[in-house]
């Protein structure tokens, strides 16, 4: 499953992957995504939500 999930991950627009990855592999908080991206803070949230349902959907796919 994990090697699935780094397969999904890499799979990912750029836009998503880099934004789940500072949050959960770099354990940086939003304030910092945003000012490393210039990103609008709701938009580092809204991209970190989406890619985790991404990462959900694709994850149930496997387990059925």
Same mark, same amino acid.
């Given at each position: 499953? !994990?090697?699935?999930l780094? =397969?999904? *991950?890499?799979?990912?627009p ?5 934004? #789940? *990855?500072?949050? $959960? $592999? @770099? @354990? %940086?908080?939003?304030?910092? *995504?945003?000012? +490393? $991206? +210039? ?5 580092? =949230?809204?991209? !970190?939500? =989406?890619?985790? *349902? !991404? #990462? +959900?959907? +694709? %994850? ?5």
């Open positions: 499953k !994990i090697q699935y780094q =397969k999904v *991950i890499r799979e990912m750029e836009k998503f992957k880099t934004v #789940l *990855i500072d949050r $959960y $592999y @770099n @354990n %940086l908080k939003y304030e910092e *995504i945003s000012d +490393k $991206y +210039k990103l609008p803070l709701q938009t580092v =949230k809204n991209r !970190i939500f =989406k890619a985790k *349902i !991404i #990462l +959900k959907e +694709k %994850l149930e796919k496997v387990e059925l």
